[in-house]
């Protein structure tokens, strides 16, 4: 099938469509828990109902462990490879999964996430190192698009989450996810996916000596291979800490939607579980379109971060209005329609990365804005549970992700005022 296809597009793309495939899986993985916390069952078996800062603490204790896992566990690529490393990251991941669903208390399902942190968190560097290493740097939006609108697997997955819990239970949710992480294994154990065009078997003759002359081999570093020498000049750029507010505040509005957005519907809003599987699946077709749309538009314009401007805005003012607007449908379609803003700088925003630091510390800089744009984010779901806790009202929940996501356009317009 691999010879067939090639012949009709660049193998390069086939590649970057197995990244897509594998981004469903750890999609589904990742945001489950925001349909686990609206069950009823789910909460009381776990001991959880009422409590919202623990619920909020199931994604958060997932995101903390993400965030090192980026950057301690980088090294695991450079010992590895790319491949190799992501198949253990996901392999791991399946396997928290597997585990969550047997757990029978909250500190059980606790540890699962913790276990997913460390998978995903291993595996998602592996990506970016691929992208680089396959496409040249005028393609690098659209392949980092392609892969990215992988997001839009829970678009499906979440009707689907929901008739689960109603008919088999919430276990299956996560029997599921974990079955489709060991599938996507598939393409990187028969290295259809390989860490350089050379080492490809399926790759046409021309297409790998087009990729030679267009992409040159690079040394993809992680954070720990060059010490402090490697770290200290990103520290110091300043383009650097404005990326990685930039995509703190896009990760915080984006886990922040993932795990409270169905449960404010369902318990603010007053959406049955029934109606809530499609409405909650929204934010996720949104998401691809932003991602689709903010990935080929950037190859077109010179100033990427005017994504950042924009689509930082836009998500906040779409979360504000959603939560002082008195109509229920109203206030649900704002706040699914915000990620169709948020997801418009992903794609540009790696592009930056990949074209802000040299190719010696691709690895590097990755794990650094990845690693600490996911620590901040992480306290974004606890946050937000604690407040809705503490003060009854999920629309000051939100209010939080409204902050961060200005900031985040106030950073993206500084980048784009130096020309990036």
């Not at 190799?84 to 399902?109: C, E, R």
């Not at 080929?296 to 930082?312: A, H, I, N, P």
Request: charge should be positive; aromatic fraction near 10%.
């Amino acid at each position: 099938m691999p010879g067939i296809l090639i012949k009709r597009i660049p193998y390069r793309y086939l590649v970057v469509s197995f990244l897509f495939l594998i981004w469903i899986a750890v999609y589904l993985q990742r945001v489950n828990i925001g349909i686990l916390i609206v069950d009823e069952r789910f909460l009381s078996d776990l001991g959880l109902i009422g409590q919202s800062a623990q619920q909020g603490l199931l994604m958060t204790l997932f995101l903390i462990p993400y965030a090192f896992s980026n950057v301690i566990g980088a090294p695991i690529g450079d010992l590895l490879g790319p491949r190799k490393a992501m198949l253990l990251g996901l392999l791991i991941a399946a396997s928290a999964m597997f585990m969550g669903a047997l757990a029978a208390s909250f500190a059980v399902m606790l540890s699962s996430r913790v276990i997913l942190g460390i998978g995903q968190g291993i595996h998602y560097p592996t990506q970016s190192i691929i992208v680089n290493n396959w496409f040249p740097v005028e393609e690098r939006g659209k392949a980092n698009a392609v892969y990215g609108v992988g997001c839009i697997g829970p678009l499906l997955a979440v009707p689907l989450f929901t008739y689960l819990i109603s008919h088999c239970g919430w276990e299956y949710i996560l029997y599921l996810s974990g079955g489709l992480g060991l599938i996507v294994l598939i393409p990187l154990a028969n290295k259809m996916v390989t860490d350089y065009p050379h080492q490809n078997t399926f790759i046409t003759k021309n297409e790998q000596h087009y990729l030679q002359e267009s992409v040159p081999r690079s040394s993809n570093k992680s954070l720990l291979a060059g010490g402090m020498k490697d770290i200290k000049p990103i520290l110091k750029s300043t383009q650097f800490w404005l990326i990685t507010v930039a995509y703190s505040a896009y990760l915080s509005i984006w886990w922040g939607i993932a795990t409270w957005v169905p449960q404010y519907l369902n318990i603010a809003r007053g959406f049955s579980l029934e109606s809530l599987g499609w409405v909650a699946s929204i934010p996720y077709g949104a998401a691809a379109l932003g991602v689709a749309f903010g990935g080929v538009m950037s190859d077109k314009l010179s100033r990427r971060s005017v994504f950042g401007v924009v689509g930082l805005a836009g998500a906040s003012l779409c979360i504000l209005l959603s939560a002082v607007v008195p109509s229920n449908a109203l206030s649900a379609a704002l706040v699914v329609s915000a990620p169709v803003f948020n997801q418009m700088l992903y794609a540009p925003l790696w592009t930056i990365v990949q074209s802000t630091f040299p190719s010696h510390l691709m690895g590097t800089g990755t794990g650094l804005v990845n690693g600490i744009a996911n620590l901040v984010s992480a306290l974004a779901p606890v946050i937000i549970g604690l407040l809705i806790q503490l003060s009854g009202s999920y629309g000051i929940g939100l209010m939080y992700l409204t902050a961060f996501g200005l900031l985040g356009s106030l950073c993206s317009l500084l980048m784009m005022r130096q020309g990036v």
